[in-house]
């Protein structure tokens, strides 16, 4: 009996503004042969007929859901699907190669918006950043402004130019210069420009790319945000429970965020730790775990303020919270260190060499991390930070509440269990829920 034969790999075809014109020998004799095109309704009508003769199928919406069935659907047949300029840029590529498995595309890419822009501006493509905000808010876009930076939107839509020059004034950037592309590569390619201070453009085309030269208001009068850990605590809405500046500094350079990392911060309180946490690398995430739901809210507020609104807030106590969460790369807890079972979850959810930070200012809680201190190693330190303040006529130090930190990584020795959050031996009795370091100046 002889071997099935290979599955029919499926073609995935970028296109251009400038559709069938643009496209190599390769990729037309791809689409001609195709017998199924699946594409947005815009792409499709890219395609001559007479040149495509497969069948025509419109994605549906949501789109990602859809990528296993259509493609079951027409196993064995073969299959081209379209993308707008490079498929493994922001486009159905990565969809596909992660649905299907990268072995099973062939891929055919065509410049992408962000190279076209490039050219035009004469701007050096590795030294600009880019921010999509093509189904995700216009708030990531705060985390990539800072004076002299060049960056790239990827539009939504037509009003994706207003959007982004609104929020370029809110976050104090409103001389910003703001340069709109429109149907880049197309012989009906436009731009139009303006500062976001005084942007009056009425919506144009849908098919966009905004040029952003960022440059900060001098007059501003928010706290300036940098690049690193410790953004200034006036960044920050918050009622008191905030891990401040200094101490949260230390706290992630503990807990070492790396790309694609998972972080749970339990007891959020204002979101800082899990926000800054994101803002070292546009694919870190995190989950925030907070019981009180007026604090919820605010971290949500905070998050996308300060330009990671993709900071997931769960509402509850921990470690009943817990259940159901992506299994983390590292976990700082915050706040209600004392609750039963906490401490024993966490350290189950971790895999080795996974993280665990903890701050607490109690003497009940500093008791809880000794003792697992004695356990399982790692550095118990006590960090503590003073402010000069009047003193009369003089300058003196105001001590702030000293703040005992206990960071390990799991070895390599443990593994990775499921446990029943809640069940889990306990640590002590009393919920210790208002451990992070408050306005004590």
Known sequence: MSPAPPPIPVTVVGLGADGWAGLTAAARSSLSSAEVLIGGPRQLDLLPAAECPGRR?????????????????????????????????YGIGRA???ELGPHA??????????????????????DTEVVTVVGRPVARLAAALYEGRRV?????????PGEIAALLRERGFGPSRMRVLEQLGSEREDAYEGTADGWDHAPGDPLNVVAVDCRR??????PRLGATPGLPDAAYEHDGQL???????ATLCALAPAPGELLWDIGGGSGSIGIEWMRTHPSCRAVAVERVPERAARITRNAAALGVPGLRVVVGAAPQALTGLPAPDAVFIGGGLTAAGLLDAVWAALAPG??????TVTLESEAVLAERHRRHGGDLVKLAVAHAVPVGGFTGWR???AVTQWSVTKPATETRTDPEPGTARGTGTAPDTDTKEKDQT
């Not at 549906?60 to 840029?89: C, N, Q, W, Y």
């Not at 891929?107 to 501006?121: E, G």
């Not at 208001?217 to 928010?222: C, E």
Request: charged fraction near 15%.
């Open 152 to 160: 790239l939107v990827l539009s939504a839509g037509a009003a994706s």
């Open 96 to 98: 596909l190669a992660e």
């Open 354 to 359: 996974g993280r665990l930070v903890v701050n």
């Open 105 to 126: 595309l062939l891929v055919h890419p065509h410049p992408s918006s962000v190279s076209y822009a490039c050219a035009r501006l004469g701007w050096p493509v590795e």
């Open 57 to 89: 199928v419109a994605w549906p919406s949501p789109l990602r859901p859809a990528v296993p069935k259509l493609t079951a659907e027409h196993a064995g047949r073969r299959i081209a699907v379209l993308a707008s300029g490079d498929p493994m840029f």
């Open 399 to 401: 001590q702030a509440m």
């Open 217 to 222: 208001d001098p007059a501003h009068d928010g």
């Open 243 to 249: 891990t401040k500046r200094h101490v949260r500094a």
